[in-house]
């Protein structure tokens, strides 16, 4: 069989001032390996630039039997009309969508079909719920037997207006057996156009390398636990090998983990360092973690292993510094975040917080002390994004619940909108946010000054940063 695998533009402010705002589309990398591995040939698409016409050109020139299209909550109008515009040109093709919405929105199906009825309303012939590959690979063979998809695990299905969810699929146990991602053909030259700030633009050749999925929490706002299942991890041999073969076809020398709950398992990492140094790789890194896991000396000596081999940057999930509402929602303590910071700044580890304003409950007041607190810390990033109920998470069923909900305009939920009632109107959110944000970086100018000093190579990659931002 001939699979097409479509990631459609999605066209938020990261993409269009092309800061760090494109990588690889793992999971289609994932799902055409899987396919590859059984003997059927696949294309993947990251649309881009690219109008639709142009993307139905290259389909139509690879004459798939069946298309897959990926998409997150905000990007669902573009992943419905896409599929619209392909039965219209292409055909009755079956037609595959995958990702987060609709996991989530299976989830939602537990308390009504609202969301799902939304999903079909565009003509998706099947959706594939949680994680893709063995879903779809069963797809494509029942397809290529010539065979009705029926109750295949981890699939939802539109049989005449009426809306069947099979069995959930069990999450894979050997992550192992799983092939390394397809990457040929995908636009690296373009995602290397991402601006870091810690190395000069033409310094970074950057991929993704997913090294375990899911996470051992269930934070409020987060869709990881349903989507993912349990935490689970790949050999750090396997994983140095993945890394060691794209240094060889790809020339890669920054590697983005992306996993949820990088530090989950701290002897796998100290793994991960001697094979690193076993086969002498030279490379940087970085990844998130859970700021509960840098606490102790011990912490600080697995980080400082970690830089020894290349760690560089940190992103940790600070969300905010209200007490009240992140021991609530994550079950952290600000003096955790507080002391994480402390021992990555000690290390020398450029530090990425993530803010969320907008909790349902929060005073202005309440949010302004919170600011003050987080901007005291070093910080070399702040991602300060509008709190977002995403289906499948406990916040979005809290809305509901509550009527919180301020819209149900999917491509407004993607982080940069307000859209949970508040304390707090939502032109002050905007405001707030944006004074907020130039703060932080005004408050980070003499940070920023002594590391041009340290390395005067910076420069230029501050320089890039300013000039992208500034032509949005
Ligand atoms: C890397 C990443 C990015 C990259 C872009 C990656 C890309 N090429 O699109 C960057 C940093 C730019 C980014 C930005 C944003 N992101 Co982001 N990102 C991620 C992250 C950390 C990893 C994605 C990944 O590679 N996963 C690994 C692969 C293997 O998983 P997967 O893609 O889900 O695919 C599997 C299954 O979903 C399924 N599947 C997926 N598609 C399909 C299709 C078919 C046909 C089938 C059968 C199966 C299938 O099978 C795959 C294999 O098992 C995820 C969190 C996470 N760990 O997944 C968030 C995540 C996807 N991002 C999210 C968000 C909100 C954003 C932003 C809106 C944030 C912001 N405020 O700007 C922006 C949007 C900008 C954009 N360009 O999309 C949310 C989406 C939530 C939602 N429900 O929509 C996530 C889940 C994080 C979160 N907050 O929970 N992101
Ligand atoms: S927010 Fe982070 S720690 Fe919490 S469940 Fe999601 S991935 Fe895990």
């Given at each position: 069989m001939r699979v097409s695998l479509i990631q459609p533009t999605v066209n938020t402010y990261f993409d269009k001032a092309g800061i760090r705002g494109i990588t690889e589309p793992l999971g289609l990398c994932y799902l055409a390996a899987t396919l590859e591995n059984q003997g059927h040939s696949t294309q993947i698409i990251h649309q881009l630039e690219e109008s639709n016409d142009q993307v139905i050109t290259k389909i139509k020139e690879f004459q798939p039997d069946a298309i897959g299209i990926t998409g997150t909550t905000h990007n669902f109008y573009s992943c419905g009309k896409l599929a619209k515009v392909f039965k219209k040109e292409l055909g009755d093709i079956p037609i595959i969508y995958g990702g987060y919405h609709i996991s989530g929105s299976v989830y939602e199906s537990y308390w009504n079909q609202r969301l799902l009825q939304e999903v079909f309303s565009f003509p998706f012939d099947i959706g594939v719920f949680g994680e893709g590959e063995d879903s779809l690979s069963d797809i494509i063979n029942c397809l290529n037997k010539g065979e009705e998809i029926r109750n295949i695990s981890g699939t939802v299905l539109n049989k005449e207006g009426k809306i069947i969810i099979n069995s959930t699929r069990e999450p894979l146990k050997n992550l192992d057996s799983l092939p390394f991602p397809k990457r040929e053909g995908l636009p690296y030259e373009r995602y290397f156009q991402n601006v870091p700030i810690e190395l000069p633009l033409s310094q970074q050749r950057f991929a993704s390398v997913y090294s375990s999925r899911g996470c051992r929490y269930s934070c409020n706002f987060c869709q990881t636990s349903t989507m993912w299942g349990k935490w689970r991890t790949r050999s750090p041999k396997n994983i140095a090998d993945e890394i060691e073969l794209l240094q060889g076809t790809l020339g890669i020398n920054y590697v983005w983990f992306p996993d949820e709950d990088f530090l989950a398992d701290k002897e796998r990492v100290k793994e991960l360092c001697e094979e690193i140094e076993k086969r002498k790789l030279k490379f940087f890194w970085r990844s998130f973690f859970r700021?509960?896991?840098?606490?102790?000396p011990q912490d600080e000596e697995l980080l400082r292993l970690m830089y020894r081999f290349g760690y560089r940057a940190a992103f940790i999930g600070i969300e905010t510094m209200n007490s009240k509402i992140l021991e609530s929602m994550k079950d952290i303590r600000t003096a955790q975040v507080e002391k994480a910071v402390d021992i990555c700044s000690r290390v020398g580890i450029s530090i990425r917080g993530t803010y969320m304003i907008g909790y349902h409950n929060e005073s202005k007041e309440e949010l302004e002390e919170s600011i003050s607190q987080i901007l005291n810390l070093p910080l070399d990033e702040l991602y300060i994004t509008h709190l977002t109920p995403f289906p499948g998470t406990k916040l979005y069923r809290f809305c509901e619940e509550n009527d919180?909900?301020?819209?149900?305009?999917?491509?407004?939920?993607?982080?940069?909108?307000p859209c949970i009632r508040s304390k707090i109107s939502e032109e002050d959110l905007i405001t707030i946010k944006r004074t907020f944000t130039l703060n932080f970086y005004l408050a980070s100018v003499p940070r920023m000054l002594k590391k041009l000093e340290l390395n005067p190579q910076l420069t230029r990659g501050y320089r890039e940063f300013w000039e992208k931002v500034n032509q949005v």
């Open positions: 700021a509960t896991d840098v606490q102790t919180l909900l301020t819209t149900t305009d999917f491509s407004k939920m993607d982080s940069n909108h």
